[in-house]
């Protein structure tokens, strides 16, 4: 079993896309993020980390870290920790500073304990996901008003509800970065309105993949919920993004919010996978 440091994303994808690929789905994060960095170099400032791991049988782990976001974990042996050791011993041994771990529940849990075990400082729990897959669109109620592509005229109204969305997941990020994401959405026709005589809620599509797109940054100001608009909004950019040649969307939500959860699969969304989200911590307690 060795590992490979990319210095692309190209050689990265090279020997990783095909495994990842066999589960593409519930791989779309670490697929996606990869595929940007290769097609999108601009939007990430820092240099990012890029690693696989190999043994007999092929690949047996990969990883994505574009700071200062958690690191991006697969392992096709799940909870198995050489893999994960070697990983995570190459990014301590070369001084990356890892705020966290994100991937399938299992794998990020194992993960998290080597980093307690090789570090001896805690990690957290942040956040309970789960992956949706659609392929088929059920329309839900259709509320007042029409989706419709954001424009520069919504660009500060985009950038306060990405804060807001960032906010609730508990996701760091200043008002700042909020204008920063969402201004480079816009350009590239990647963010979304439901509109009733003017904005009330936003989704958008991000990390295309060989056959699917993710749907995200589905936000609704709390005096504009429970009305439909997030509902009419998702099923509308679903559907649009199955019309426009995708095979399948991808939708990421917090476990912990059964409300979305139930939303998402009345109108087509079909479980996957679970996903963890750990911090951790780097000051002694």
């Known amino acids: 079993m060795h590992l490979t440091r990319h210095l692309t994303p190209n050689t990265f994808l090279a020997r990783s896309q095909a495994d990842l690929e066999r589960a593409e789905a519930e791989n779309n994060l670490i697929l996606?993020?990869?595929?940007?960095?290769?097609?999108?170099?601009?939007?990430?400032?820092?240099?990012?980390?890029?690693?696989?791991?190999?043994?007999?049988?092929?690949?047996?782990?990969?990883?994505?870290?574009?700071?200062?976001?958690?690191?991006?974990?697969?392992?096709?042996?799940?909870?198995?920790?050489?893999?994960?050791?070697?990983?995570?011993?190459?990014?301590?041994?070369?001084?990356?500073?890892?705020?966290?771990?994100?991937?399938?529940?299992a794998t990020a849990r194992a993960f998290a304990e080597l980093w307690r075990a090789a570090t001896g400082r805690p990690f957290r729990l942040s956040r309970h996901e789960r992956v949706y897959e659609l392929r088929a669109v059920t329309p839900p109620p259709k509320p007042a008003g029409f989706m419709r592509l954001a424009m520069e005229t919504d660009g500060e109204l985009a950038s306060e509800w990405s804060f807001c969305f960032w906010r609730e997941l508990g996701v760091t990020g200043t008002g700042e970065d909020a204008r920063a994401s969402a201004g480079p959405r816009i350009a590239n026709r990647e963010l979304y309105l439901w509109d009733d005589g003017g904005p009330v809620s936003m989704a958008g599509k991000a990390r295309p993949t060989a056959h699917g797109m993710a749907v995200s940054l589905v936000y609704t100001p709390p005096e504009r919920r429970n009305r439909g608009y997030a509902s009419a909004l998702v099923a509308a950019l679903s559907q649009h993004l199955l019309d426009a040649g995708w095979q399948f969307c991808v939708l990421f939500t917090d476990l912990a919010n059964p409300i979305s959860n139930s939303i998402y699969q009345r109108i087509g969304y079909r479980p996957v996978s679970d996903f963890d989200e750990y911090d951790f911590d780097y000051e002694p307690r």
């Open 32 to 105: 996606g993020v990869s595929t940007r960095l290769r097609d999108q170099p601009g939007r990430t400032a820092a240099p990012p980390y890029l690693a696989t791991v190999e043994d007999a049988n092929g690949l047996a782990a990969a990883a994505v870290m574009t700071p200062p976001h958690r690191v991006i974990i697969y392992s096709a042996r799940r909870d198995e920790p050489a893999p994960l050791r070697l990983i995570l011993h190459d990014l301590c041994a070369d001084g990356w500073r890892v705020p966290g771990v994100v991937g399938l529940a």
